[in-house]
């Protein structure tokens, strides 16, 4: 992670960096506001001090972008097991007829009244925890986390302090938890929140451009950044090997860029990377890869390093790159239900690009239908043959 | 105007001033933790109304024209004005030495301490961290004296002497601060340090430039002389225009358009009514430099062969306009890398220091290398200086100039004081001389000079000169023949004079240099104060280990033949 520069900073961005380190404090902002970068200098300063602090993330990409945090899941059995001694209670769910074991923050709330509270208070202090992405976990988990801070330690001069960030904008899934659930979990009062509303990550053209595919939800439409840079650009490719030779051709072209290949199905990650190593590996341009089956991979994963990163983009939030760009985009799912998914996931993988954004179709003879959600603006949008 | 040895206003009388000349009556000025990044990361801090907004309306309303100065203690009202103007805002207070401030300017090099109302902020300052702010570097002292924020309040007064702020001023001085600050930092085998740092820290005195000078018209551009009546060629007017744009059209705080950037330079020149070769130039860099960023052309040349403006254009272009990735290594795996030359790189990087600022320049370029506190605030107490200088705010410029020891280290003098020395030269090495060097176990290792060098053996080295494409390596053996610089028998450095070579012995060396039939030739090194035989050999790594070894011996057999030559 990069750490922010002082007179960089917004005076928003700066009210937070300022915040006491006490208690609960909720930061709501949109993609690109800089929620990772306060995370990081939060945590930078309170490890600075020689404060416990654990950086928790939903997502092992993000985990390992962040360098110094852990998952969430991860965290939380064990802090569990330390503090009960037993393992974090689980349950079994039916998903498509069949039965999986999931964490059952429900059934841990339950057990928490017949807790060893000495022990806990004795071995369950986590110091400052900050949670990103905090829109990921679900309900029962920060009614779990809220339960401990303000019943099981009331009565502790130091009671573990929470940083919690979050963009309901960016939910993927319907268990994850909207910022009022967040807001009531935690017991907040106004003092305790924070908004970035300002686009500190992407060009002004960009974020034009990830505003075409808002679907606006409570934490609001990030402002549109001062800051300037190219028009994003719609390439036709003939097919994904066009799409390769471009992308190989900037980034021996840009050595110095970390580039990012995000896409929507698993199988287009895989073709891509594939074709990109082989294309880039002899220039010894570093090309990696992740999918969500193989967790170990994130760990090799390097972020703040010139290369080109391919990845779906359900990997990508929380991410940024100098330069993105989007093939196959012909293999997204339009439909009169799935618009909105649709332009939810182009919003994320949009907004992940810091200076230079391209978006590639591959559509043959006819119009892939994904073109009627794409902005026909040409201010927005420059098409190149 | 300045204000540098002016008397200090007192703005009211502080309850429990001690007599005059105590530490009681130390001048104060307030700040925040908002508005002091501009003193610990420039060097100086001036008034809201020369564009530094503060965004506390305390500061930017109020005190818009000069700093809230006052002696002993600041108002209590102050202070509350500072917490109620933001969430988590909070008084900061500067102490400077007895009587030497004013309320236009507060400079780093006055600073004697800052002052906190309690621990917890003290410690939100210090422990953030900031890639443009280091205060522990700094070590300024920070203490917490909560009774210095409960003075009396006043009505403050107007300063009537006050330097009237010109719109862009403090970004054209940060810009050029930027300049001074980057240049030991900026790599180079090949130009000359010590003119261009002294040049850039006096660049008011910067009348004229030659043509080709680069660094001259980018520091004529800097400060906004722009015109084709002071070019003699189109590369010129380009280097200049483009400084001006980056100070004046695309700071970092603007973001890099870069395709508009290309489009409003050449557009800026061709607006001079160019002749038709120059625009065709012009046409035909524009169209390749698009290409590149476009990521469909090939990979430019960026040698430092010709065309270095252009070049250090487009390379500026292609990184972004980020100071740190143009002084970054585009050197990859196989050799088909991105080449550019030190040249090239310097004056990208010059440009992008301009486009960056002193303020928002990271730490790890503006900071010496490997040195202490004292150093860092000495030297960012030169850089606040000589912004303060150039707002014409003091009137006493620091002198820097670059100061050469007899082994060839190279220090930054400020008024006469050594403050640190410069980096080395980074000078890559070459993958195939390396792992030639490798093989052989010798010590290979780049020179202050740009020079790339192997020690085979006491008094022989093989320099390197080029790699090509089907693994064979040019070098040049060099073997000393007379070193001229041994001491005497007294254990003294022979004085130059005792150096010289007499007219007899320059003879014998050009009768050596003359036979046909010899590989080498017999020179001059004032790098190591020797006479030495340099013989252009080339080698492979795949070659037998006895080839090799022999080429060398036979060099040393021809050299050690030479030495009764030239010997006194």
């Not at chain 1, 995370?39 to 962040?66: C, D, I, P, S």
């Not at chain 1, 899941?73 to 974090?88: D, Q, S, V």
């Not at chain 2, 205060?135 to 006043?154: C, H, Y």
């Not at chain 2, 320099?463 to 089907?470: H, K, L, N």
Request: with cysteine; glycine share 8%; net charge negative.
């Amino acid at each position: 992670m990069r750490l922010p520069a002082e007179s960089q900073l917004t005076t928003e961005q700066k009210e937070i960096c300022f915040a006491p380190s006490n208690g609960t404090t909720l930061v709501v902002g949109p993609p690109g506001s800089g929620k990772t970068v306060v995370a990081h200098f939060r945590a930078q300063r309170l490890r600075n001090r020689r404060e416990q602090v654990r950086l928790l993330m939903f997502n092992h990409v993000l985990r390992r972008y962040t360098g110094d945090a852990e998952t969430f899941l991860k965290w939380i059995g064990g802090w569990w097991r330390e503090a009960t001694g037993r393992g974090f209670p689980r349950a079994s769910v039916e998903q498509d007829g069949s039965y999986r074991t999931v964490w059952d923050f429900r059934g841990a709330l339950k057990a928490v009244k017949d807790l060893d509270r000495t022990r806990f208070v004795e071995k369950g202090h986590w110091g400052h925890a900050i949670l990103d992405e905090a829109q990921d976990f679900e309900r029962d988990a920060h009614r779990l986390l809220s339960v401990m801070q303000k019943v099981v330690f009331a009565e502790e001069s130091v009671p573990p302090s929470l940083m919690i960030l979050a963009d309901e904008n960016q939910r993927i899934t319907d268990s994850n938890s909207t910022i009022k659930e967040i807001k009531e979990a935690h017991i907040l009062a106004k003092d305790d929140c924070y908004s970035l509303t300002q686009n500190y990550r992407n060009t002004r053209e960009i974020a034009q451009l990830a505003r075409h595919f808002y679907v606006g939800t409570l934490s609001g439409t990030p402002e549109l950044p001062t800051s300037r840079g190219d028009k994003p650009v719609l390439l036709q490719t003939d097919d994904i090997n066009h799409a390769v030779e471009r992308i190989a051709t900037y980034a021996r072209l840009n050595s110095q860029q970390e580039i990012g290949v995000l896409v929507y199905q698993e199988r287009t990650r895989r073709r891509l990377f594939n074709r990109l190593k082989s294309r880039l590996g002899g220039d010894g341009v570093r090309v990696q890869t992740y999918r969500s089956k193989e967790r170990e991979l994130a760990d090799t994963l390097q972020f703040d390093e010139p290369g080109v990163t391919v990845l779906c983009f359900a990997s990508s939030k929380g991410l940024e790159f100098d330069s993105v760009y989007l093939p196959e985009l012909q293999t997204l799912p339009v439909g009169a239900d799935q618009n909105d998914l649709t332009r939810m996931r182009l919003y994320v993988m949009c907004s992940r690009a810091r200076s230079r954004l391209t978006l590639m179709l591959s559509q043959g003879d006819g119009q892939a239908p994904v073109m009627d959600l794409l902005p026909i603006d040409a201010d927005f949008l420059e098409e190149e043959l | 105007m300045t204000h540098e040895q002016g008397p200090t206003i007192d703005l009211f009388e502080a309850p429990g001033a001690t007599a005059s000349g105590g530490p009681e009556d130390r001048s104060l000025i307030l700040s925040s933790n908002w508005s002091i990044g501009a003193l610990l990361a420039r060097g100086c801090l001036v008034p809201p109304s020369w564009g530094e907004a503060t965004d506390l309306d305390f500061f930017d309303e109020k005190w818009k024209d000069r700093l809230p100065l006052a002696a002993g203690r600041v108002p209590a009202g102050w202070s509350q004005a500072v917490r109620e103007g933001r969430r988590n805002a909070f008084p900061i207070l500067i102490v400077v030495h007895g009587a030497s401030t004013s309320s236009d300017v507060v400079r780093l090099s006055d600073v004697d301490r800052l002052v906190f109302a309690d621990e917890e902020e003290l410690a939100l300052l210090l422990e953030s961290p900031f890639s443009d702010i280091d205060l522990g570097a700094l070590a300024l002292p920070l203490v917490v004296q909560p009774e210095l924020f409960q003075g009396r309040a006043v009505e403050p007064t107007r300063a009537t002497d006050t330097v009237v702020p010109r719109p862009g001023g403090l970004r054209r001085a940060d810009s050029i601060a930027a300049v001074r600050a980057t240049l030991p930092r900026v790599v180079t085998g090949v130009m000359s340090w010590s003119s261009y740092l002294e040049r850039a820290w006096d660049v008011v005195g910067e009348e004229s430039c030659a043509t080709g000078d680069w660094f001259g018209h980018c520091l004529r551009g800097a400060a906004s002389r722009v015109g084709r009546a002071d070019a003699d060629t189109l590369a010129d007017e380009l280097m200049a225009r483009a400084a001006d744009l980056m100070v004046a059209k695309y700071p970092i705080s603007g973001g890099w358009p870069a395709l508009e950037v290309l489009e409003v330079l050449v557009e800026s020149l061709l607006q001079d009514g160019l002749p038709s070769e120059e625009v065709e130039i012009l046409r035909q860099w524009k169209e390749m430099t698009e290409a590149v960023m476009r990521g469909t052309g090939s990979l430019p040349e960026l040698g430092d062969e010709r065309g270095i403006e252009y070049r250090a254009i487009t390379y500026l272009l292609m990184r972004g306009g980020d100071v740190s990735q143009v002084l970054e290594s585009d050197a990859l795996a196989d050799g088909a890398a991105l080449r550019v030359g030190e040249e090239v790189r310097a004056a990208a990087a010059i440009l992008a220091a301009l486009r960056t600022g002193l303020r928002a320049l990271p730490t790890n370029l503006k900071f010496p290398l490997e040195t202490d506190a004292t150093v860092v605030r000495r030297w960012m107490g030169a850089l606040g200086d000589s912004v303060a200088a150039d707002l014409g705010l003091i009137s006493k410029r620091p002198r820097v100039s670059v100061e050469e020891s007899e082994v060839g280290e190279r220090s930054v003098v400020i008024d006469g004081q050594r403050v640190f020395e410069m980096p080395r030269a980074r000078v890559e090495v070459d993958a195939t001389f390396q792992a030639l060097c490798d093989r052989f176990d010798w010590e290979c290792s780049p020179r202050l000079s740009g020079e790339v060098v192997a020690t085979v053996a006491l008094g022989t080295e093989l320099v390197f000169v080029a790699s090509r494409s089907d693994g064979r390596i040019r070098v040049t053996a060099v073997v000393e023949v007379l070193d001229l610089a041994r001491r005497t028998a007294g254990g003294e450095w022979p004085t130059p004079k005792a150096r010289r070579l007499t007219k007899d012995q320059l003879s014998r060396m050009l009768e050596v240099n003359g036979e046909v039939e010899r590989q080498g030739r017999i020179g001059l090194s004032p790098a190591r104060s020797a006479v030495v035989y340099l013989v252009p050999l080339s080698i492979s790594a795949e070659d037998p280990a006895e080839a090799v070894l022999h080429a060398i011996d036979e060099v040393n057999r021809e050299a050690a033949d030479l030495k009764s030559h030239v010997k006194p």
